[in-house]
């Protein structure tokens, strides 16, 4: 499976972006995708993840923000991010796990850069 992300870019403080990911196959099993990013000198970090039937869970320091959402039919993740602040900055990565499978697919990140 082919994990593809884009929608990165640099936004001011307070503006907003809406990254992609797009899967290269689809699953019937159960599933889940995610959000991580990872800051400069700082380890990976879950910002949201949402489940084949829709059930989603955010990191506290993202709740009122962002916004994840998937397109079965299209095999496409999207996380809507408002309100951005400095400290969202990083490298987001897009993942998908799959009901026993043994490992999480991770696509390749897309840098987010919030200026103040």
């Known amino acids: 499976v082919q994990l593809q992300a884009s929608g990165g870019g640099l936004v001011q403080a307070g503006g907003c972006l809406r990254l992609?990911?797009?899967?290269?196959?689809?699953?019937?099993?159960?599933?889940?995708m995610g959000w991580y990013r990872q800051a400069p000198g700082k380890q990976h970090e879950l910002v949201a993840r949402i489940t084949s039937n829709g059930i989603t869970n955010y990191a506290e320091s993202v709740k009122g923000r962002f916004t994840i959402s998937r397109d079965n039919t299209t095999n496409t993740m999207y996380l809507q991010m408002n309100s951005l602040k400095p400290e969202d900055a990083g490298v987001y990565y897009c993942t998908l796990t799959v009901a026993g499978a043994t490992s999480t697919y991770w696509g390749h990140g897309t840098l987010v850069t919030v200026s103040s």
């Open positions: 992609s990911c797009a899967a290269s196959r689809t699953f019937s099993r159960f599933n889940v």
